[in-house]
């Protein structure tokens, strides 16, 4: 069998997309992390400031539906069906790594996949979100947590599915057993499903 | 740095008591899993039926343990601290693989841990509830979710954690990608931590 497309979910903060940029480079594959951005851009009409906002937005809350309801369909929905068809295309295209946008969900019903989800402990993340991403905050656990919720409420709102629930995802790793370590078990990982 | 203390958590019928045996095998450390009830019989002073049933049933509820107060610690409550003590004195001991038992909260404080969860698609377990186990049911998948619920119960009450989620282990597996890939994957990240 070919090797599995690699979903990869993560916490804020935790080293996701490095951990998958490194995956991508032990397998000899494609990575898409950012670059689906500028591709849902194009296929939707969409500024890519705007297709980068939508992702990072908690979805209206139900009370909000409920009083602004209108024909139109949600523009954060809007974004999320386009960028759905591009990851559907770059599946079809062979085996690859995905970062984040809820592509474990969107391709577990038809591809054959191993999905992932990177955590880390809450200081590691601060000290990340500072020192790696250089970020501005002042105070940098409340930034990683104010993320977190966004990311799951974005993921439990278009997944209908748990952010960060371990029966969900075939392998999750804390990352601070190591970078290297963590991209090293999903190749493993990876090639031996491929050998199944 | 020694290897770590490896602790497994699994839901029912995921195959983690076997995995935690391959586990010991490869990297050649004590594996305790039903060992604990016979050493933790033998300290307590209870009959191991005992031990096994009170790890097995759900903690009483709080509206049960309002109107039964007593002075007397709950018989769950003694048998839990009775374990807890094996459980130290095990881990002092050296390296070793601990099934279940609640041991990732006991020992994350004192000690040098790789802390696991296993669990596998509610049809696989529910198959290996039957044809592994043996067990006898009229419905397995609804066994498997008693057994869950139990499991979950026992562990949420005892750690105030939460049973199966991702962000409390330093790896989550699921079974399905492989017994033994899983196994090599813990022996591999064991062995990584124990050359830091």
Redo the contacts between chains.
């Keep these: 069998m070919a090797l599995p497309i690699i979903t990869i979910g993560r916490?804020f903060g935790s080293g996701g997309r490095l951990i998958g940029k490194k995956v991508a480079t032990l397998l000899n594959i494609p990575l898409y992390d950012r670059e689906l951005i500028a591709l849902t851009a194009e296929r939707s009409g969409f500024h890519e400031t705007v297709v980068e906002q939508m992702q990072q937005d908690r979805p209206a809350s139900l009370l909000y539906t409920l009083t602004h309801t209108s024909i139109e369909v949600p523009l954060q929905d809007k974004v999320f069906f386009a960028q759905t068809k591009v990851i559907k295309e770059l599946a079809a295209q062979g085996p690859c790594v995905i970062v984040g946008r809820c592509a474990d969900s969107i391709l577990e019903q038809d591809h054959h996949t191993?999905e992932v989800?990177i955590?880390a402990p809450l200081e590691m993340r601060a000290e990340r979100a500072e020192k790696v991403y250089h970020l501005e905050a002042k105070n940098f656990k409340d930034l990683v947590k104010k993320k977190d919720k966004a990311r799951k409420a974005y993921y439990d709102y278009f997944t209908h599915r748990t952010w960060?629930?371990?029966?969900h995802?075939?392998?999750?790793?804390?990352s601070?057993?190591?970078i290297n370590?963590a991209a090293?078990?999903i190749a493993?990982?990876a090639r031996?499903?491929a050998e199944?």
């Design positions: 916490s191993l989800f955590h960060g629930k371990a029966d995802y075939d392998l999750c790793i804390n601070a057993i190591g370590l090293d078990i493993r990982a031996a499903m199944k």
